[in-house]
């Protein structure tokens, strides 16, 4: 490893990931009469006193706060506890705190287990019953699936009809399956002359009440597999969460899972899932994964249903996150069929072979666009990830491949450079510093600031400036933490334009902690790791990324505009705040920013496919806002066909750019792939570049900068 990237990646290690636990935490005694989880509660919360950046006061707010965050984690649908269950469990709404302080013990954790337990039986009961009997879908019937505005069932009546409405809804979901693959298999018959003999209503109604009744059986036997591990941690991550959204508790196992996920030496589709609201949500897709070459799954699906390629799909809504991904994961080549509800509404069904990481395809790399209609010729670098490989000093860093990039576009005799930082989660603190330098030189590049320590400037080692010339970076609302640094650092010094849409607004650094490094006691481990924020970003302006993020200068239509995706729509989370900017110059040259802007928002305004993604984009805010769903079935699939027809428009607007000529740079860096990989790679990236609309409006910027 260089001295140069040990000595930026151990104070902050990885935006958003850090490996390592720390010296400063001395190990403690455990309490007297201590058991394995009064262990790892004082563990944890001793951890969280000495280094979390945020400080919490452990009082009576706290309580309440993780006794209400504890009932959303342990039945988010409020299905399973009754009313009267709740008014048990008040009497610790302020005492959670004490607990945690080891002067008082509550019994709400043991009490609140062994009544779910309790309610589970009585709800596999209840499913039993009411799948014995036909579902009436021409009932004019909702579904409420608002979760802040549903209350916990008065009584078992209620609760017994707000199976019945669940059960129905996944019913209806196969049902309107069946439907379209009968529709579908008919057309084709007659396509063929052939006759065809349709499944009766009856059948298929009958079919699909005992695959739900199949489907929820596996659902409660994971529940009832769950362990102590697994409920202890549901109850400690919800204590913590108050800390904020990133705080994490991993049991050995899930951290295990986590290693080998960060590792990037793994099976599976490919996609960062989290559980919200007792739904699997795709936080993120790999790039180079299963999912990322499929093309269809995105962030901010809803993933519903987990079929192993042609047997019947399994139902994860309330399942743990863990036995969902059991679910997910699998060998590579093995298919796997998610049924995905899409931001817009739409239930699409998503066939996805299971595959190892295509690392190359994560790797920054470039094009010259040669425009016919412009005569300019503009670089492109696309960098995916902020990725860096600590393990192997001569290994790949994007810092030193980005060098790379703008040389051969510097040796193209480009015009400008478009620098694409969509959909980049972030990665490698010291390779963000880095990369900056290539393009304001040894300059300030982003502040640090630790739990009660004062800011820290980084900025690049070396006066290591690769190019001056015009400067555009593309981001968007799935940008995040590294991104937010190199892009706002470009804004700030006044080098590029930022184009696109708001930032994700993640702007703090978390670490690991192994907690059997904390114990003296060998007795209980092993224990477990504590996910924590040790730190919090500043741009050189003084301002926090955090839940601002970066506001591009010249702004473009994001499907994602309007939706609570961002870092400010978590629970919890850290809040923005200012300290004093650092001592910085702004780059000689003044961008005509007004100008420039102006020229844009003329070209979108008439543009049909930027039109298209802003009434999406609304589009798909009034459908989170909606909180009722039909349970009507002609009413369904006319809704679902409506949502196609309308996802369809986009599509049929998209335009091939042929006034573009694209030329991919060839790697720099040796590889073992065939030529023919190596060309259908570069093909597969023009085609995608010639269709982006967005990369389009960023060479026509280009030019405009140009001219000025």
């Keep these: 490893m260089s001295k140069r990237k040990k000595a930026l990646f151990l104070p902050v290690l990885l935006v958003g990931l850090g490996l390592f636990g720390f010296s400063i935490l001395a190990k ?8 394995k989880n009064i262990i790892k509660r004082s563990l944890i919360f001793t951890a969280l006193k000495q280094i979390h950046y945020n400080t919490v006061e452990i009082d009576d707010e706290f309580s309440e706060n993780a006794y209400h965050q504890y009932l959303k984690n342990l039945d988010p649908n409020k299905r399973y ?12 709404e302020d005492k959670l705190d004490d607990e945690v302080k080891n002067t008082v013990s509550t019994d709400l954790y043991e009490l609140s287990v062994k009544i779910f337990e309790q309610r589970r039986g009585e709800v596999e009961a209840i499913t039993e019953e009411i799948l014995s009997k036909p579902f009436d879908f021409t009932k004019k019937e909702t579904i409420l699936f608002d979760r802040d505005e549903m209350k916990f069932p008065k009584n078992e009546k209620d609760r017994y009809d707000r199976w019945r409405k ?3 809804y996944a019913a209806l979901l196969r049902m309107n399956t069946k439907l379209k693959d009968q529709e579908n298999k008919k057309k084709a018959a007659e396509e063929k002359g052939e006759s065809f003999e349709p499944i009766s209503y009856e059948e298929m109604e009958a079919d699909v009440r005992e695959k739900v009744q199949t489907n929820y059986k596996d659902v409660f036997d994971f529940i009832k597999k769950q362990d102590e591990e697994d409920h202890y941690a549901l109850y400690l991550n919800s204590l913590i969460s108050i800390y904020g959204p990133h705080t994490e508790y991993f049991p050995p196992e899930k951290k295990e899972q986590f290693d080998t996920e960060i590792s990037g030496h793994f099976e599976g589709i490919g996609a960062r899932l989290q559980q919200t609201g007792g739904e699997v949500k795709v936080v993120s897709i790999i790039t180079g994964s299963a999912s990322w070459k499929q093309g269809d799954l995105e962030a901010n699906d809803i993933i519903l249903k987990v079929a192993q390629a042609e047997e019947d799909p399994v139902d994860i809504g309330g399942m743990s996150l863990k036995n969902a991904i059991k679910l997910i994961k699998g060998p590579k080549g093995t298919e796997v069929r998610l049924t995905v509800r899409k931001p817009d509404g739409r239930i699409v069904v998503i066939p996805i072979i299971r595959d190892v990481v295509v690392i190359e395809e994560s ?10 209609n412009s005569g300019k010729k503009i670089g492109l670098i696309d960098l995916p990830s902020f990725y860096v490989d600590f393990q192997d000093r001569n290994g790949r860093s994007c810092g030193d491949d980005i060098k790379q990039e703008i040389i051969k576009l510097k040796g193209q005799g480009v015009d400008g450079i478009v620098l694409d930082l969509r959909n980049n989660g972030g990665g490698s603190l010291g390779d963000a510093v880095e990369i900056v330098g290539h393009f304001v030189g040894r300059s300030p590049v982003v502040q640090v600031k630790s739990k009660g320590a004062g800011s820290k400037t980084l900025k690049p080692e070396t006066n290591n400036r690769q190019y001056d010339g015009p400067l555009v ?3 968007n609302r799935m940008s995040a933490s590294a991104s937010e640094i190199v892009s706002a650092a470009l804004q700030d010094h006044g080098r590029a334009i930022i184009l696109g849409s708001k930032s994700f607004g993640k702007g703090t650094v978390q670490r690991f902690i192994d907690l059997d490094r904390m114990s003296r006691s060998n007795e209980f481990k092993p224990l477990g790791s504590l996910k924590l924020t040790i730190q919090k970003f500043y741009r050189i302006n003084g301002g926090a990324t955090q839940v601002e993020g970066v506001t591009p200068d010249i702004k473009l239509p994001d499907t994602y505009a309007y939706l609570e995706v961002g870092e400010e729509d978590l629970p919890f989370v850290l809040p923005y705040d200012k300290i004093q900017p650092a001592k910085y110059a702004m780059w000689h040259e003044q961008l005509p920013i007004a100008d420039l802007k102006a020229k844009s928002e003329n070209r979108v305004a008439t543009n049909q496919v930027f039109n298209i993604v802003e009434d999406n984009a609304l589009r798909l ?8 769903y039909t349970l009507n079935l002609d009413e369904f699939r006319a809704e679902q066909k409506k949502l196609d027809e309308e996802s369809k428009k986009l599509r049929e607007a998209e335009k091939t750019h042929d006034e573009f000529d694209i030329t991919v740079m060839k790697d720099h860096y040796p590889t073992s792939k ?5 060309e259908k790679s570069a093909e597969k990236w023009s085609e995608a570049i010639k269709k982006d609309e967005y990369i389009k409006e960023a060479t026509m910027i280009i030019s405009d900068m140009m001219v000025q």
């Design 28 to 35: 403690i005694e455990a309490p007297e009469n201590s058991n």
């Design 81 to 92: 506890f009754l009313k009267s269950d709740i008014s048990k469990f008040n009497k610790s």
């Design 166 to 168: 669940t059960l129905k």
């Design 363 to 372: 790797y920054a790399k470039s094009a010259v666009i040669e425009d016919k």
């Design 473 to 475: 970076v593309m981001i």
């Design 621 to 628: 805010k009034k459908q989170e806002d909606k909180k009722y």
């Design 674 to 678: 065939p030529d023919s990989v190596i």
